[in-house]
């Protein structure tokens, strides 16, 4: 599709392209709206994802978040048990956790991968602590094998959070491979987007039953959700390629959201951080659809990411801006070039002058910026370098519709910069 009237932007569901939009709206026809909720397309997506990963079982849900809750319940997380995760992260963590009645406990990050930092986890590991969640922030894989060993040594339980990272590599192993279980987000910004769904995998078969028969008990969205859902593709698409064309695609999205014809990313308790159960649902076979067609096309996708990353880390001159860090043997997909800078909101506001929508992710130690990280259990002061580089990191985008021009009108910007 043509480009011209489109903002560079780091998120605005860059993803969907126009097959996508077709399935979406052929489900929001009359005569087809019998099969938004069950359906085959769910199975099959089941399946084509257990292969992707070649993994012992696949199982999908409304959302990463809505697996999440399913392994938690299959691993029998019990009243004030620990579970080790790091700042840096989103809120749809410990709210899920606090559902069981356990303890979020934040552990620092890495100043240059933004992963949790294994020196740093044994300190805060006592009798009460159950698992350790590793999340491969924005596609870059975290360093498995000291989390591992230390793993074996306390005998916990390790979940990946590979809601960033699907397609990335540890060693030339996929991240979500080396976990009891691992969780995956279809969301509208993630690395494919059927808008809402997520997917659990494992390889431990007797675990894959109990996560099973979790989702086996869950509703489907309403279809009421399910329509707002697939409107999304529809109306951000048209949008993004109006954007620029007086206006239109502004208008259109803000008055999309203004009059409740969108699902916005987080839901008002989630920002409040009240955990409440009602989130956790199948995922339907609409979106199932559009998650089939995603996975078809994910790895051109990353292949696409990966060199927009390498022309940002060739190009970029500014030695202000700091630049990430990949481990050795490992693949990082870049769902966003994420860089830090010593003052974002001016680097953002003028970026957005030029036309230039980059993101602000993770905005805090736990996203999005209108939650408070206090009522997450987070203790402010106890992770300085989540809380350093949320104050200073910025997004830049990688997705499909980042071409030469596009790429090379961020890197003026930011060689440019003062």
């Keep these: 599709m043509p480009k011209i009237f489109m903002p560079v932007a780091a998120a605005f569901a860059p993803n969907y ?3 996508d939009v077709l399935i979406a709206a052929k489900y929001l026809l009359p005569w087809k709206q019998d099969k938004m909720q069950s359906g085959k397309k769910i199975p099959q997506l089941e399946e084509r994802f257990r292969v992707y990963m070649d993994t ?3 199982v999908s849900f409304s959302s990463g978040r809505s697996g999440f809750y399913a392994i938690l319940k299959a691993l029998d997380i019990q009243k004030e048990d620990e579970i080790l995760l790091q700042a840096f992260t989103t809120v749809a963590l410990p709210n899920t956790i606090r559902l069981f009645e356990a303890e979020p406990i934040f552990i620092d990050i890495e100043r240059n991968t ?13 009798k009460k602590t159950r698992a350790i969640i590793v999340q491969h ?5 975290a360093d498995m094998k000291k989390i591992l060993e230390l793993a074996k040594k306390y005998d916990l339980k390790i979940i990946e959070d590979c809601a960033h990272s699907l397609g990335a590599e540890y060693e030339g192993v996929k991240t979500g491979k080396f ?3 691992a969780f995956f987000s279809f969301g509208r910004d993630k690395v494919i987007s059927s808008v809402a769904g997520g997917m659990v995998i494992t390889q431990d078969y007797k675990l894959a039953e109990k996560i099973e028969a979790i989702r086996n008990e869950l509703d489907f969205p309403g279809k009421k959700t399910i329509i707002k859902n697939l409107l999304h593709p529809v109306i951000s698409f048209t ?3 109006t954007y620029n064309l007086f206006s239109i695609g502004k208008i259109m999205m803000f008055s999309s959201f203004r009059f409740g014809l969108l699902e916005k990313a987080y839901l008002k308790n989630e920002k409040e951080s009240r955990a409440e159960m009602n989130f956790a649902k199948r995922m339907p076979n609409a979106l199932a659809e559009i998650a089939l067609h995603q ?3 994910a790895d051109r996708f990353n292949r696409h990411r990966i060199k927009v990353a390498k022309k940002y880390e060739k190009s970029i001159q500014n030695k202000s801006v700091e630049l990430p860090e990949t481990l050795s043997k490992c693949k990082n997909i870049f769902l966003w070039y994420t860089i830090t800078v010593a003052n974002k909101r001016e680097f953002i506001k003028k970026a957005q002058e030029e036309n230039i929508i980059l993101g602000d992710w993770f905005p805090q130690v736990i996203g999005p910026i209108e939650a ?19 104050a200073h990191c910025v997004n830049l985008p990688t997705h499909h519709n980042m071409g030469n021009k596009q790429v090379k009108k961020v890197l003026n910007f930011i060689n440019s910069f003062k």
Aim: with cysteine.
């Design 114 to 126: 933004y992963n949790i930092d294994p020196k740093k986890i044994e300190e805060h590991i006592t």
């Design 239 to 241: 949008a993004l390629h």
């Design 372 to 390: 408070d990280p206090s009522k997450s259990r987070y203790k402010k002061g106890s992770c300085p370098i989540a809380e350093n580089l949320s």
């Design 56 to 58: 012992e079982k696949a």
């Design 17 to 19: 392209t126009l097959k």
């Design 137 to 141: 922030t924005f596609g870059n894989p």
């Design 295 to 297: 996975l078809e096309i």
């Design 179 to 181: 976990s009891d279980a």
